[in-house]
């Protein structure tokens, strides 16, 4: 079966970094683009980045540019959101998001930006 299991959050001070993962199994990771997304508390759900199928194409939202990097590794199955510079409206659980055949939801990870 699909499994999508992020890990890497937590608790950091403003201007900090962290490095999410999404670990990948249950069908061929290679072939699909994969998202990460965002839920800020009290918000809806905001798709923050992706990247396809082979890794050349990525896409970030205006607020992350600059700041967020996607990668992929087709030969571990996982997906990497590193976050630089972050800010306290950064503050969300991320969730890390395959449209296969299906639609699948990792279990998602709290990000804290705090002082």
């Known amino acids: 079966q699909v499994q999508l299991v992020e890990s890497g959050g937590g608790l950091v001070q403003p201007g900090g970094s962290l490095r999410l993962s999404c670990a990948a199994s249950?069908?061929?990771?290679?072939?699909?683009?994969m998202t990460w997304v965002r839920q800020a508390p009290g918000k809806g759900l905001e798709g923050v980045s992706d990247?396809?199928?082979?890794?050349?194409?990525?896409y970030y939202i205006d607020s992350v540019k600059g700041r967020f990097t996607i990668s992929r590794d087709n030969a571990k199955n996982t997906v990497t959101l590193q976050m630089n510079s972050l800010k306290p409206e950064d503050t969300a659980v991320y969730y890390c998001r395959a449209k296969l055949p299906g639609d699948y939801w990792g279990q998602g990870t709290q990000i804290t930006v705090s002082s």
């Open positions: 990247i396809n199928s082979g890794g050349t194409r990525t």
């Open positions: 249950g069908f061929t990771f290679s072939h699909y683009a």
